[in-house]
């Protein structure tokens, strides 16, 4: 009688701590480890959603755009971004070159075993004249990193500046402007406001998911000029059906369109790339951009 006794209660015992274990929080996830990129790449980068970017600014060009100077942040951030896809890495990325150096810089992406799928302009009547190389790469992630590091050797692309200490301050009274009349906030950060507006569908390359910090969002970009006004650049992401629509209410808003082609050579679904460039009081640039975005398929909420 014992015996069944505590045969019995080593089964409740039991049963009280499976349930006990499925009440339990699931453990949370680990952080994608980055430490082999980032010492293959050689520059610090920074995580976010699954997604490890790597800035590449080229602060040693000094442009301007009819007459107009514009902050490295503006349009003249080359990037790297790197994601997990099963057992591999993705990585594509966006370089601002000078075209004396956009042969070396080809060829170094290709030895080492990263895609060229775009080459052209972003902007016009800009002064010097920059050119922006798109790239795409799938393997391990340290080779792809040691293979980008080959690419920007061949550039004058400076080491990135020290990351700031202090808190940033307080969104200007131009970039609260923006942000009310576009509908969308995003940072201020060396007095560019940025902002990011991703699309509703998921974006593939070669089968590969993108997410949206890959490069894949609308993205807008404004900086300070004179007497309350701004400059404004960035690049739409669109359905073949969507460029026109767009086209029309920008050039309706006075914004010019500085570019249209592809960054990707073979997406699911086939997206086009629509760059333009704005000056002029900056919550009427940022109404413009929203009845333009009132055309594109963007996610909601």
Excluded: C
């Excluded at 807008?220 to 690049?235: C, K, S």
């Excluded at 992401?237 to 050039?251: A, F, T, Y």
């Amino acid at each position: 009688m014992v015996a069944r006794t505590s045969h019995a209660s080593r089964a409740t015992t039991l049963l009280l701590l499976v349930f006990t274990a499925a009440l339990l929080p699931a453990p949370a996830a680990a952080e994608p480890d980055w430490s082999a990129v980032a010492d293959a790449v050689g520059r610090p980068g920074s995580e976010g959603g699954g997604v490890y970017r790597v800035p590449f600014p080229r602060s040693d060009l000094h442009v301007t755009i009819d007459g107009t100077p514009i902050k490295t942040g503006l349009a003249l951030g080359g990037w790297a971004a790197f994601a997990h896809d099963g057992d591999s890495t993705v990585v594509d990325g966006d370089l601002v070159l000078l075209p004396e150096e956009i042969n070396a810089v080809v060829s170094a992406l290709q030895a080492n075993g990263l895609e060229i799928t775009a080459l052209h302009n972003h902007l016009i009547l800009e002064t010097p004249h920059v050119m922006y190389l798109h790239f795409f790469g799938t393997g391990d992630g340290a080779a792809l990193g040691r293979g980008l590091r080959a690419a920007i050797a061949e550039t004058a692309t400076p080491p990135p500046p020290a990351a700031p200490v202090e808190p940033p301050p307080p969104a200007p009274t131009w970039a609260r402007a923006v942000e009310a009349s576009l509908g969308h906030s995003g940072a201020v950060r060396g007095g560019v406001l940025a902002i990011g507006v991703p699309r509703a569908e998921p974006i593939h390359e070669r089968g590969a998911m993108l997410a949206p910090a890959m490069g894949m969002a609308n993205a807008f970009a404004f900086q300070a000029t004179e007497n309350g006004q701004v400059a404004a650049t960035g690049d739409f992401v669109l359905s073949g059906e969507e460029v026109n629509p767009v086209i029309r209410e920008l050039r309706a808003g006075g914004i010019r369109v500085t570019a249209l082609h592809n960054h990707l050579i073979r997406s699911t679904p086939t997206l086009y790339f629509m760059h333009f460039w704005a000056t002029g009081d900056p919550a009427q640039i940022g109404q413009t951009l929203k009845q333009a975005l009132s055309h594109v398929r963007v996610r909601q909420g």
